[in-house]
């Protein structure tokens, strides 16, 4: 789920939020200033309990942002690069470009989110009964307990064994040390994540019928885990597909460059642009690459500082452009080219440039040996040689 507006960077990570954070932030907004402040405090003037139950909801989502950036940071110390980290209605996500390592990577990056999330309900615990010590109370320890609690719950649910939880994370990991097998592991989690899905959603069903409406949220709730348990299940089966074809069975090898000296309207007008690609490497006077340019870059550029405004300031530069091996599986690239902002690869062996390719490029494989029923040897049947 992408974002709808960015906040900024935390740890050198991109942090945006998603619109649908709007939703649960007014519920409980809403709930807190109508509902359990009120109740637990009577007798206030209503802007209180307006303000401690908006600034309660920050609170929250300050605590979900630290979960993930906990995440990501873990995982950068394993090896893996984290790109973003989104804010949405039912929580967050931080998006890594690279998968685990090894079982204790994963174990790792998974367990400090809900580890994260139970210190913080345990600092706000002990800082409630701090505030009560000090003969303080109203509505402020009250908001404080709040945080307490849900960020415990946080946890508690976030731990359950079950994709895409971070429970499932760690079920994953502990099946891949016994197994050695990645897919067996991700299909053991994604399958515990549709089976908790289903109970969720038939424990709000019932509860819905019984007159209790927030059975709809349990609901809600079970069908988003059914969903990404699905998605993650049939991502890593088409990983497990592509990871056993090499980069070279899918690039355009040798592609038209582009001299980084040349001008945008040079590029969009001149013989290049006649072979109807979408993207250019860009190559110095030396043939050496220095980055990579799309089209529809060089249109907006060339509408915002003119015609002569130079390929090298349209370009992607060389060290934001995804790279890779002629003999790399195409696995591993697709999700490094899933959040690339030019959805391309430059494929190099010893220095040199000889290949792009891009997620089009992979579709098409995919497309190939999903649509071949009987082309389960990958390397092995014609039109793969090894």
Not at 127 to 137: H, Q, Y
Not at 167 to 195: H, P, Y
Not at 269 to 278: E, I, K, N, V
Not at 300 to 319: H, K, N, Q, S, Y
Request: charged share 15%.
């Amino acid at each position: 789920m992408g974002e709808t507006f960015r906040l900024g960077h935390i740890a050198g990570i991109r942090v945006g939020v998603h619109w649908s954070v709007l939703v649960i932030f007014l519920i409980i907004a809403v709930g807190l200033s109508e509902g359990r402040l009120p109740d637990a405090h009577p007798g206030r003037p209503a802007w209180q309990y307006w303000l401690v139950g908006i600034l309660t909801a920050l609170v929250f989502f300050g605590s979900l942002l630290a979960h993930e950036v906990a995440h990501a940071v873990v995982a950068r110390r394993n090896g893996m690069e984290a790109d973003s980290i989104t804010l949405w209605l039912l929580g967050g996500a931080a998006r890594l470009k690279d998968e685990a390592p090894s079982p204790g990577a994963e174990l790792r990056v998974a367990g400090v989110g809900p580890l994260v999330s139970l210190v913080l309900g345990i600092v706000f615990a002990v800082l409630a009964a701090v505030l009560v010590a000090l003969g303080l109370s109203g509505l402020t320890v009250e908001a404080v307990a709040w945080l307490a609690g849900i960020n415990v719950l946080l946890a508690v649910f976030n731990a359950l064994p079950a994709a895409p939880l971070d429970g499932g994370r760690l079920l994953r990991a502990f099946v891949w040390w016994r197994t050695g097998n990645r897919l067996r592991a991700t299909t053991v989690a994604t399958t515990a994540g549709r089976v908790l899905g289903w109970v969720l959603v038939v424990l709000g069903v019932y509860q819905v019928l019984l007159g209790a409406l927030g059975g709809l949220w349990l609901a809600l709730i079970g069908w988003f885990l059914i969903a990404a348990a699905t998605v993650e299940g049939g991502q890593a089966q088409t990983k497990e597909t592509l990871n056993r074809v090499p980069v070279r069975l899918a690039m355009t090898p040798d592609p038209v460059s582009a001299y980084a000296g040349l001008t945008v309207a040079e590029l969009l007008q001149g013989p290049a642009f006649r072979y109807r690609h979408s993207a250019f490497p860009v190559v110095s006077d030396d043939a050496a690459p220095v980055g990579l340019v799309t089209v529809h870059r060089a249109q907006e550029i060339a509408a915002r500082d003119g015609a002569d405004a130079t390929v090298a300031d349209a370009m992607f530069p060389l060290d934001e452009v995804v790279t890779t091996g002629p003999g790399d599986p195409l696995g591993g690239l697709l999700l490094k080219l899933e959040s690339s902002p030019a959805r391309r690869a430059l494929v190099m062996e010893q220095g040199r440039m000889v290949g792009i390719v891009s997620t089009s490029d992979i579709n098409r494989v995919l497309t190939w040996l999903t649509s071949t029923p009987w082309n389960s040897g990958v390397g092995h049947r014609r039109g793969y040689p090894t």
